[in-house]
């Protein structure tokens, strides 16, 4: 008979359970590995091993991520990033905690074939799997940016996780562990850095425009010097009956008033000083804008949310548009003198006066020889190292130094370590930031990127207004609005022009929000 005490019965009995349940566990594991590692499938005793063998070091992603960047579609550009961030996050966690924390062998080879094992066995512990938490990953990774290629890439995933243990190196546990922890690593990353889904801009106001079949009244201005032929041949394809004009950019205003004179729709394929231009036409004629991002920022397009030909073409199609607010400046030059004089524009993104002037300049001189991105680059290292002279103008109190002004036409968010984004264009409001003080900008330039939009410190200042003028600009002070260069002096007044402009975007299926 037992001498034990009911408490000793009560402490054991939960032990012996847990004890039971996970025997249990790992006897269903181990007859899983032996039904799928002795288990023939036609043709995988050649595929699989290979497959595993090329997931090695993350190599068969690496290359997969390539193939899918070089498509240059933006979307794909950025599911090619996002699964290769997700890839190096779960290597990092695998190969730091994960293989550390549970020290478990590698299943017996006896019930393996030899053709289908691995020449070189791995010698690391058993759990997790770090080719599924690699695959899953990067497949993850990809299907949060674009489904289409995330629905191209799983099954190779799958595939992968699946050979190790056909191979006989994890058994399911691992593999089904090593994949949990692969698809947290992704949606962490998309903590970090939003998707583009997440950061969609809102489709209001919603506009009246008219809708186009196969493109029929649409007149597209092309600036051929933007490069992208690809996607004046897709437009071409999806809207057969647009007239769609190429010309060099020494022409192009010339060539968007003579298709205004004929448009119902008027569109536009360039970078954002291509699109200032037209859409600059569009209001003088009253059209609604039909936008093809051709650039290499295409800053407008993306926070409308147009990215891509499809988007655009299917928003044309069916008459759907959104208004937008319109950034506008005049600059009085000679105020109260014989020489004064006015002169206005517009712009769709943001006007700076200061170093990021300075910066746009150095670009435009840099990019014809190294290219656009490597000019921008260069430009920002030079322009923050040089000893530049402020910009005078009348925020320049207390005999502090101005080095930026910047106007934004809405306000400018910033998700997670995202860059900054415009939700809505149709706010009202100009977002509007100084940087002063110092005696170089460069610290305090990298401050205020990083601080929120409605900050103030010692060196940097930001503001929501609805209108806003600076007097006392010296002669020759170069502005850039929407990647275009000026020089002004004077007075400077900037508004805005509420929901002036329509522009085509496609709306959500699941309901028109007002």
Known sequence: MSTGTPTDVDLTVPEFQRHTVLSRLVAVDCRLFEAVASRHWPGADRLLPRLSRSA????????????????????????????????????????????????????????????????????????????????????????LESRRWGSAVAPVAAAVALSRVYT???????????????????????????????????????????????????????????????????????????????????????????????????????????????????????LPLAVVPGGTLNHFAQDIGIEDVPSVCEAVERGEAIAVDVGRFVVRDGVGTERSGTSEGYFLNNLSLGVYAALVQERERWAPRIGGWAAGVFAAIRVLQAHRHPLQAGFALRGQPLW??????????????????????????????????????????????????????????????????????????PMAYDGELTAIGGELSIDKLPEALVAYRPLPRTGLPT
Request: aromatic letters at 4%.
């Open 168 to 286: 006989g190196v994890h058994f399911p546990s691992d593999v089904l562990a090593g994949m949990a922890l692969g698809a947290g690593a992704a949606f962490a990353v998309r903590g970090l850095v939003p998707t583009r889904d997440q950061l969609q801009p809102a489709a209001r106001p919603v506009a009246d425009a008219p809708a186009l079949p196969r493109g029929q009244g649409l007149v597209v201005v092309v600036n051929t010097a933007a490069g992208q032929p690809e996607r004046v041949r897709a437009l071409r394809d999806a809207l057969p009956l647009a007239d769609v004009v190429e010309c060099e950019p020494e022409v192009i205003k010339d060539e968007l008033e003579r298709a205004a004179r004929r448009a119902l729709a008027l569109g536009v394929c360039g970078g954002d000083g291509t699109v200032n231009a037209a859409a600059r036409v569009a209001l003088t004629h009253g």
């Open 404 to 477: 930026l002004l910047f106007a934004g036409n809405g306000t400018y968010h910033r998700t997670g370590l995202a860059p900054g984004r415009r939700f809505d264009l149709a706010d009202g409001l100009l977002d509007v930031r100084l940087v002063h003080g110092g005696r170089k900008p460069g610290p305090r330039l990298l401050a205020a990127a990083l601080a929120g939009p409605l900050t103030r410190s010692p060196f940097h200042a930001a503001v929501r207004l609805r209108r806003l003028r600076v007097s006392g600009i010296a002669d020759g002070t």
């Open 56 to 143: 090695n070091h993350g190599l068969l992603w690496f290359g997969t991520a390539a193939a899918i960047a070089a498509t240059r579609s933006p979307r794909a550009r950025r599911a090619a990033l996002r699964g290769t961030a997700s890839l190096a996050l779960a290597s990092a966690t695998i190969n730091t905690i994960g293989k550390r924390s549970v020290r478990r062998a590698r299943p017996v080879l006896d019930v393996v074939p030899l053709t289908r094992q691995l020449k070189r066995q791995p010698i690391t512990t058993s759990f997790p799997s770090g080719h599924s938490a690699s695959a899953a990953a990067f497949a993850t990774g990809v299907a």
